[in-house]
């Protein structure tokens, strides 16, 4: 499962769109071995197409060395499709080079929905994986109280326990 | 003195798990020979079978693309730094 913040979220959706018609890529950067995105580094798409994207070389190099530097790694490599599903083509998953991983694809091809999809590609194969969106900007303890105050499901528990 | 050489996680199966490794050479090509001497299956990886550097590797000199350098033709000489990173490319294709 890739678990990643809304507003990482939001930054990348709104990349995608910026760059549409043509293809968005970029990485999300974590620390090593957390499997946590954290630092979103929208990238140019060298190839300038709505079909092809290709990280420029140099940004890449200088990308990476970066990551190195702060001991993180690529947690998510995200690129977009502008006219079909968030789904890996043959050429991404022929091409598919950070076992690691997670590849988000997001398509642009309604401009009013958001749609979003993760996948892990290791030797070619292609396996999609749950996607958890996390609001940073919620009170997760508030959340955790609604719910075991207030959800049904505890209140059924309380009663049945009590007889 | 050596060649410092980077490799990534994609390539590490051929060098035992080893994220930097030495090797010697004048040019690139001459260094990929070099090191699949050690770490066999290596070289495949990175140059096709007509004998041009695979398209979708990036390899640098120091901060260089060798692509901007003459590719497998480009220099290197003991104390330079090569990093090779597997292009990240894609897309819907057509």
Redesign the interface.
Known sequence: MLTIGRDIIDAIVAHARRDHPD?A?G?VAGPIGSDTPARHVP?DNA?R?S?????D??E??RV?REMDDRDEEPVV?Y?S????EAY?????SS??????AHYLLVSTRDPSTEEIRSFRIVDGTVTEEPVQIVDASVDPTAVTTYMFGQSPATVDYECSAGH | MAIEVRI???LRQYTGGAKIVEGAGDSIADLLTNLDASYAGLRARLVTEDGGLHR?V?V?VN?E?V?FLGALDAKVKDGDTV?I??????????
């Open positions: 293809e890529c990485v990238m190839e197409s079909t092809f994207y290709r990280f070389s140099m890449q190099l990476w490599i690129h499709h502008t006219a079909t890996p083509s043959r050429t991404d091409l598919a080079g950070e076992p690691k | 990534p996680t994609i979708f990036n640098y901060d693309d692509r990093t990173l597997p292009a990240v490319a894609g897309g819907s294709g057509r």
